[in-house]
C-alpha cells in the first residue's frame, strides 16, 4: 500500500481544497458532519442539499468521473476519492443524489441513446431533477431476476403494471428507473427490459413505508396502466439484465463508503457513562470489546486502501473491494448495539432533545438492519465471494434457462 499523494494527486488536492476554501466553512475541530438528511426533522434538508450540488455543479466539481461533456471532469477514481476526502472536512450538505448521480448516471451513459443522455443527464448532474431506483418487488428482492412487474408494447408505448417495494426518495422524485418483464416465454434474465418512468405519470401510486424508526425514507410504489414511451427504453427490448448489472455494480460501489458514528463516538460515550460507579471505560470487559471494534475498523480501513493504491496506479481493485459492505454492514450494527448496553435504560429514549448524544446511537441501531439488506444481502455478497472469488461451485439454479412463465410461483 502507498500511503503518500503522487506529485499530481497532491496538486489536485489542493486545487480541491482551495475551491472548497472558497465556498464552504471548515469543521471546527472535533465536530461531526451528518452522514445523511432525515427529512422528517429537516424538512429544508432537499433544497439545501440541491443548493450545495448546483454550487458544485456550477464550479465543475459535480459527477467528477463523468464525462465533460455531460457535465462532468472526466476525473479518475483515485480524484473522486481525494474530492470525497477532502470534503468530509467541511460543513457541507450531504448529498440526496446518490441514486441517480452514483447508479443510475452512470446506467444512462453506458447504455441509453444520446438523445437519452443529452436530455436527462445534465437536469441530474444539477440535481434539477430528482431520480430514484425502481428494483426490488415483494417477490423479487435478492433473486432480482424474478421480478414480475410487467410492460407490454401498445404501439409506440408500454404498459406498465405491477409493484415495486423499497424505493427510496420515490416521494420527492421527478424520474425512475424501471425494470419490467417484456416476455414472459424468455428465461428470466433474458425477458427483462430497461426503462424511465415519469414519477408524475397517471396510475403511478406512492405510498410510505413506516419504519421502525419512525422515518418514511422508503416507499412502495404501484403501477396501475402507466404508459411509457418506447423512447424511453434503454437499451434494447429484452436486454435489461445488462443494465441492471451496471446499477447493481454502481450500486454496491456506492454502498461501500461512511459508517456514520464511528470509533471515536463510540470511545467518547464509554468515557461518559459509568459502569459500576467507575467510567465504563476503566471496564477491563468493555476495553476488549472497544479494542475488537476498533481492530475491526482498522482492517476495513487498510482495506479500503489498497483499493485506493490500486485505482491511484490506473490498475483494477482485487476482490479486496467486495468484502467492505458484508464486514462493515454488520459491524455497524454491532457497534450500536454495544452503545445501547453501555447506555443502559437511557437507551430507550429516542426524542434527540433530550436522549444522549441525541439519540445518535438509537438511530444507528434502527437503522443498521436495513444497510445489510440495501445493496445485496450478507447472504447474496457470501455467494458472490464464494463462486467468484474463492471458485467455489456455484449453487444450483434449477430455473435458470426455463421460460419465465413456467418457473414455479406461490403467487
Not at 415483494?138 to 433473486?143: I, L, V
Not at 406498465?160 to 427510496?168: A, C, E, F, H
Given at each position: 500500500m502507498d500511503?503518500?499523494?503522487?506529485?499530481?494527486?497532491?496538486?489536485?488536492?489542493a486545487e480541491v481544497r482551495a475551491w472548497l476554501d472558497a465556498h464552504a466553512e471548515r469543521l471546527a475541530p472535533g465536530e461531526r458532519k451528518a452522514a445523511v438528511i432525515d427529512t422528517r426533522r429537516q424538512p429544508d434538508g432537499l433544497e439545501r442539499s440541491r443548493e450545495w450540488m448546483r454550487t458544485r455543479a456550477d464550479g465543475g466539481w459535480a459527477c467528477l468521473t463523468w464525462p465533460v461533456e455531460y457535465g462532468g471532469r472526466a476525473a479518475t477514481p483515485i480524484q473522486k476519492v481525494i474530492w470525497e476526502q477532502?470534503?468530509?472536512r467541511y460543513r457541507t450538505s450531504p448529498s440526496m443524489?446518490?441514486?441517480?448521480h452514483e447508479m443510475l448516471g452512470p446506467t444512462l451513459i453506458a447504455h441509453g441513446t444520446d438523445e437519452q443522455k443529452r436530455r436527462w443527464l445534465r437536469p441530474m448532474l444539477r440535481a434539477d431533477e430528482v431520480w430514484c431506483q425502481l428494483f426490488s418487488e415483494?417477490?423479487?428482492?435478492?433473486?432480482l431476476a424474478g421480478l414480475r412487474t410487467t410492460a407490454v408494447r401498445?404501439?409506440?408505448a408500454w404498459m406498465?403494471?405491477?409493484?415495486?417495494?423499497?424505493?427510496?426518495g420515490a416521494e420527492f422524485s421527478k424520474w425512475g428507473m424501471i425494470l419490467a418483464r417484456t416476455d414472459p416465454r424468455a428465461p428470466k434474465h433474458a425477458g427483462i427490459t430497461y426503462f424511465v418512468v415519469d414519477m408524475d405519470a397517471p396510475g403511478v401510486e406512492i405510498r410510505p413505508i413506516k419504519q421502525m424508526n419512525g422515518g418514511t425514507s422508503f416507499n412502495e410504489v404501484f403501477f396501475t396502466d402507466v404508459r411509457v414511451p418506447d423512447a424511453h427504453r434503454v437499451g434494447p427490448v429484452g436486454g435489461g439484465w445488462r443494465g441492471a448489472i451496471t446499477t447493481l455494480m454502481n450500486e454496491r460501489a456506492a454502498l461501500s463508503g461512511g459508517m456514520g458514528a464511528g470509533f471515536d463516538d463510540l470511545l467518547r460515550l464509554a468515557q461518559r457513562t459509568t459502569l459500576e460507579g467507575r467510567p465504563a471505560l476503566e471496564d477491563t470487559a468493555v476495553r476488549q470489546r472497544l479494542a475488537d471494534v476498533y481492530v475491526k475498523l482498522r482492517g476495513i480501513e487498510f482495506t479500503r486502501y489498497r483499493t485506493i493504491t490500486a485505482l491511484s496506479r490506473g490498475t483494477t481493485p482485487g476482490p479486496e473491494s467486495s468484502l467492505g459492505k458484508l464486514v462493515s454492514a454488520p459491524l455497524r450494527q454491532e457497534m450500536a448495539s454495544f452503545a445501547l448496553e453501555l447506555l443502559g435504560p437511557a437507551g430507550v429514549v429516542t426524542d434527540r432533545n433530550i436522549a444522549f448524544d441525541g439519540a445518535l446511537w438509537q438511530d444507528a441501531l434502527l437503522g443498521a438492519p436495513g444497510g445489510r439488506l440495501a445493496g445485496g444481502t450478507d447472504e447474496i455478497l457470501r455467494n458472490i465471494i464464494a463462486e467468484r472469488i474463492l471458485g467455489l461451485p456455484p449453487e444450483p439454479r434449477l430455473d435458470k434457462d426455463l421460460p419465465f412463465q413456467e418457473v414455479p410461483s406461490s403467487r
Open positions: 500511503f503518500d499523494d503522487t506529485p499530481e494527486e497532491a496538486a489536485f488536492r477532502e470534503e468530509a443524489f446518490v441514486i441517480g415483494p417477490a423479487a428482492g435478492s433473486d401498445d404501439g409506440d406498465l403494471n405491477g409493484q415495486k417495494i423499497w424505493t427510496s
